[in-house]
């Protein structure tokens, strides 16, 4: 979209400028209210935003500074190798995987029957509703590296600690995703086995899981795909996967391996994302027919 | 009133019923060879992660114990003076708190910039050139697929400790997520305006300002409060790496076992992010709704 030469309609418009100006002031009459109210929450923004600046110890020396050491970081990084220890890194990706996906499954599974206690069609009682909401959502508001380091408390360093953190957190997230399907779900179908003579139960099994559940399962997917991020930091904290590796290598600055790691990381989850971006189509598409 | 239903041909009955049974059957054969490759797959994972559930069973009983430890004494009859034990360092903890979400802000807020700047070089329907397309998604998909703690690691060691490192690991991640988002809406614009304002020899800078902007920019906003939302609990453990906040305080709790803190902690750490939850729905249900009227 270059600038092309202007249309005979603007050039029209631009001769008589002084003319459509009177014809139509509206147009042109600038509106004061709506400009103070930019104008202010603009404001607010930029001053909010440089009050954070001086609070946070901004300083633009230690920012040129840094950014001259990144770039002898990303100097330092070329050409990206393993180091021979190719083979370790490769388990290290594979239980990264392990641990999102069982992550994953797992809250999908313990979300699966609780979101229904949350969703309004299924359970008519607001104190057991509500409770169970609040319930997600204090779950769901404590991040997976706290989790892990509750978990590691339990179980140990590794990374099961890692799977069990990432089952917690999902399971608020989930839990709430998944409660919203329910709730939007089509009555129709849930009528027609209620006419036809089945209970309630029937009408969950019957009218709304079938409805429900390629939603949910391209919920989960698209959950796989973004715990396969978490799960190469919960390493950070011991709980397993690649990120133990990662955060020991920026640590001791070997930057070539760093750079070999986040392309592995990027591969794979390239890789995830167009894996599971396949199947949620096909499962989509499938209950579209 | 009783409605007759009508018999069908027994023959006939006989022939739909076993198409039905075989149709049934096969769906159940797949669904059944699904549920056989995930059952394997999460048994190969749970190998690999090393799962345990002996250990786990032996131990759960230390989850609820810890629980048990870090929640604090408090007695009925003494409970002003407990809750003040319980949160002695509460002015401290308030400062790094207020220290965390201006961090998410700040990250938030240059994260967003930078993706409302790439996003329109990254759509589709405003950007001919496919190099340049090409180049402007991936790097918006580098900086989000780099978890944001991977660049505070990196940042820490270039930029030296401190909350401006979080930020800044902040606002790239935000950068590429926020991108992604803003250049869906991009693509689905109404494109008359567009058209309109090309028509009347508008430049690339021109056609988006009065044509895609007013568009999108309620859209815009309504995923930068779900970003902000979502950066306020990543800010929470920038400070796991050194880099700002309420994180490393946590940290040093939950290490050194002070049992009562770690409690205090996370209740306030929970108690903002649900209060920032419920504000930004508010306030996104607002910002979309004036759009639906509009």
């Known amino acids: 979209m270059s600038r092309r030469p ?48 001086v609070r946070l110890d901004f300083s633009l020396l230690r920012i040129l500074h840094g950014l001259y050491r990144l770039g002898e970081f990303a100097g330092m990084m070329l050409p990206p190798s393993a180091g021979g220890r190719l083979g370790l890194f490769a388990t290290a990706l594979g239980e990264t995987l392990a641990i999102a996906f069982l992550g994953t499954l797992t809250a999908a599974c313990l979300a699966f029957p609780a979101a229904f206690l949350a969703a309004r069609n299924v359970v008519p009682n607001p104190f057991l509703r509500f409770g169970v909401r609040r319930g997600f959502d204090v779950i769901r508001s404590v991040d997976v590296l706290i989790w892990a380091l509750i978990w590691i408390n339990v179980v140990g360093l590794g990374p099961f600690a890692g799977a069990l953190a990432i089952a917690c957190s999902d399971f608020g997230a989930l839990g709430k995703l998944f409660s919203e399907a329910i709730e939007t779900a089509d009555r129709k179908a849930q009528e027609g086995v209620i006419a036809s003579g089945g209970g309630r139960l029937h009408r969950v099994r019957f009218g709304l899981v079938p409805a429900v559940l390629p939603v949910l399962a391209s919920q989960v997917l698209y959950f796989f795909e973004s715990n396969t991020r978490s799960a190469t930091i919960i390493g950070i904290v011991g709980a397993g996967g690649i990120g133990q590796y990662l955060t020991e290598l920026i640590r001791v600055l070997e930057m070539q391996q760093v750079a070999f790691l986040v392309l592995m990381i990027l591969a794979a989850v390239a890789l995830i994302d167009l894996v599971s971006g396949r199947l949620r189509r096909a499962i989509i598409g499938g209950a579209a027919h | 009133m009783t409605v007759r239903i009508e018999k069908l041909p027994p023959d ?20 059944l060879a699904v549920f056989v490759a995930i059952v394997a797959l999460y048994l190969l994972a749970g190998w690999m992660a090393e799962v345990r559930p002996l250990t786990f069973l032996d131990n759960i009983q230390n989850f609820t114990a810890y629980l048990g430890q870090i929640l604090p004494v408090l007695t009925l009859a003494n409970l002003p003076a407990d809750v003040a034990a319980w949160y002695w360092g509460l002015p401290k903890w308030l400062g790094l708190l207020a220290e965390t ?19 329109f070089l990254a759509s589709a329907n405003l950007v001919r050139s496919a190099a340049l397309r090409f180049c402007a998604r991936r790097f918006l998909e580098v900086c989000r697929t780099v978890p944001e703690v991977v660049f505070a690691l990196i940042f820490v060691i270039a930029f030296g400790l401190g909350p401006m490192v979080g930020v800044l690991a902040i606002a790239i991640h935000t950068a590429g997520a926020l991108g992604k988002l803003f250049s869906e809406v991009v693509e689905n614009i109404d494109m008359k305006p567009v058209e309109g304002l090309t028509g009347t020899g508008a430049d690339f800078v021109q056609t988006v300002r009065f044509a895609v902007v007013p568009q999108v920019l309620s859209n815009f906003a309504s995923y930068a409060l779900l970003r902000f939302e979502i950066n306020v609990r990543g800010a929470g453990v920038m400070g796991f790496v050194g880099a700002g906040g309420i994180g490393q305080e946590f940290l040093v709790a939950i290490r050194n076992f002070y049992y009562s803190d770690v409690s205090a902690i996370l209740l306030l750490i929970i ?16 910002l979309l709704g004036r759009e639906a009227h509009a």
């Open chain 1, 6 to 53: 202007p249309s005979a309609l603007r050039r029209a418009a631009l001769a008589d400028l002084d003319g459509l100006r009177q014809r139509h002031p509206q147009v042109f009459r600038p509106s004061w209210p709506r400009r103070a109210a930019v104008v202010g929450t603009l404001a607010v923004f930029v001053g909010l935003a440089a009050f954070a600046m």
């Open chain 2, 12 to 31: 006939r009955e006989r022939r739909l019923l076993a198409a039905y049974a075989g149709a049934v059957a096969s769906t159940r054969r797949r669904t």
């Open chain 2, 101 to 119: 979400l201006l961090m998410a802000y700040l990250g938030t807020l240059f994260g967003g910039i930078a993706a409302f700047l790439l996003c």
């Open chain 2, 271 to 286: 108690l903002t992010v649900v209060a920032i939850d419920l504000g930004t729905e508010r306030l996104r249900h607002h």
